[in-house]
């Protein structure tokens, strides 16, 4: 049962822009944090921006200014807009959510983001 579904993903040249989005029920958006990770082959999956229910977001030190988390609640979405895209921002993006009553966690299935010219 998929929880999270990703989409926007694709194939940019350097310096271009990508938007990311992540769907999922209301009754999980409401009461999560919601994330983005990032993975390239052989590495572990690193954080790459989080917004809090509240609005909190935090980013990865390399993708501020460039990238931009926001959460809409009308649709139960996150989304990640990336811009000035570079060759190292390429990896499997995946987006995450951590319930703050339960504690569950749930991972949508990865979107690829490749930046290459």
């Known amino acids: 049962q998929v929880q999270l579904v990703e989409s926007g993903g694709g194939l940019v040249q350097p310096g271009g822009s990508l938007r990311l989005s992540c769907a999922t029920s209301?009754?999980?958006?409401?009461?999560?944090?919601m994330s983005w990770y990032r993975q390239t082959p052989g590495n572990e999956r690193v954080l790459v921006a989080r917004?809090?229910?509240?609005?909190?977001?935090e980013y990865l030190g390399s993708v501020k200014g460039r990238f931009t988390i926001s959460r809409d609640s009308a649709k139960s979405t996150v989304s990640l807009q990336m811009n000035s895209l570079k060759p190292e921002d390429t990896a499997t993006y995946y987006c995450k959510a951590v319930s703050r009553t339960s504690w569950d966690v749930y991972w949508g299935q990865g979107t690829q983001v490749t930046v290459s010219s």
């Open positions: 209301r009754s999980i958006f409401s009461n999560s944090d």
């Open positions: 917004i809090t229910g509240g609005g909190y977001t």
